[in-house]
């Protein structure tokens, strides 16, 4: 999905205004005049004077006036009774429809702090505080490469045992781009794949070992007798439900300075591990 931060204290302004505008259009809605012949004049407003009537037309745009002997007041209440009551339901269904929307859109966009929301469009983002403030920092996915070393890169799937080999899974770089500051970030994902919003529970954080201009997120050995074994350091975290489709990852120890990857491991039948790659500095 495509992901962007959503501006400080953003908010809905042209959409309310939108609906209030139909809201007052429907409270505004034509009425009728009717004659005692069985015709009628559309009005939006009319008033009596003496024995003649002043309505404005809405067909012509200005003030008319008829004897009131030509009125048939008792069709012209129930008519426009009847219809004064249907705009009032049309209108309760609008704002109740707008109220539904709003709070979906609250669930989708919540406060991680004051006037700072995750966008609805979801992601990856790392909340830290700087300076007494708080930060929030979006952390772009970052594909896993073919790598060097007799074929594909493989994350937490066997290797076919044909020879004793290594195979390590790398990232291209030294350090990742998104940088914090602090020991203990706040982490907030929204990710979704063709079945739907992935759980929290799925994701981890994995340490990076740094090698020259790459970054090593596990290494995969087969001996000849077929037996594997995957090496990479995982951080113990707790994944809490937040927000809508949004979760709250919670380190449970230190980030020390240093490469960080949030990784969902790829089903064992696949080759398609996702990675968003961070560093923690001092």
């Known amino acids: 999905m495509m992901l962007w931060p959503l501006a400080a204290g953003a908010s809905s302004t042209s959409g309310d205004a939108a609906m209030d505008a139909a809201l007052t259009e429907s409270a505004q809605a034509l009425k009728r005049l009717f004659l005692t012949d069985g015709s009628y004049q559309t009005a939006t407003e009319w008033k009596k004077e003496g024995d003649r009537v002043r309505y404005f037309s809405a067909e012509r745009g200005e003030w008319e006036e008829i004897p009131v002997a030509l009125v048939?007041?008792?069709?012209?209440?129930?008519?426009?009774?009847?219809?004064?009551?249907?705009q009032e339901e049309e209108m309760k269904q609008v704002t109740e429809e707008q109220l539904v929307a709003r709070k979906e859109e609250q669930l989708n966009t919540p406060l991680v702090a004051p006037e700072l929301?995750?966008?609805?469009?979801?992601?990856?983002?790392?909340?830290?505080?700087?300076?007494?403030?708080?930060?929030?920092?979006?952390?772009?996915?970052?594909?896993?490469?073919?790598?060097?070393?007799?074929?594909?890169?493989?994350?937490?799937?066997?290797?076919?045992?044909?020879?004793?080999?290594?195979?390590?899974?790398?990232?291209?770089?030294?350090?990742?781009?998104?940088?914090?500051?602090?020991?203990?970030?706040?982490?907030?994902?929204?990710?979704?794949?063709?079945?739907?919003?992935?759980?929290?529970?799925?994701?981890?954080?994995?340490?990076?070992?740094?090698?020259?201009?790459?970054?090593?997120?596990?290494?995969?050995?087969?001996?000849?007798?077929?037996?594997?074994?995957?090496?990479?350091?995982?951080?113990?975290?707790?994944?809490?439900?937040?927000?809508?489709?949004?979760?709250?990852?919670?380190?449970?120890?230190?980030?020390?300075?240093?490469?960080?990857?949030?990784?969902?491991?790829?089903?064992r039948d696949e080759n398609n591990a996702v990675v968003w790659d961070f560093g923690v500095d001092k």
């Open 117 to 267: 929301r995750l966008p609805a469009e979801g992601g990856v983002f790392l909340l830290e505080e700087l300076a007494g403030k708080p930060v929030l920092r979006e952390v772009a996915e970052n594909k896993l490469p073919e790598n060097d070393h007799e074929g594909k890169k493989i994350l937490m799937r066997p290797v076919a045992p044909v020879a004793s080999r290594k195979q390590t899974i790398e990232l291209k770089g030294a350090a990742a781009k998104v940088r914090v500051h602090s020991a203990a970030p706040t982490i907030f994902v929204d990710v979704d794949n063709e079945r739907g919003a992935i759980p929290g529970e799925e994701f981890r954080i994995v340490w990076l070992e740094k090698k020259k201009d790459l970054r090593v997120l596990a290494t995969n050995k087969l001996k000849i007798s077929g037996e594997r074994s995957q090496a990479e350091k995982f951080l113990q975290l707790r994944a809490e439900k937040f927000s809508g489709d949004w979760w709250k990852l919670i380190p449970l120890e230190d980030l020390t300075p240093g490469e960080y990857a949030i990784v969902i491991p790829a089903p």
């Open 72 to 86: 048939d007041w008792k069709a012209t209440e129930e008519w426009n009774g009847v219809r004064a009551r249907s």
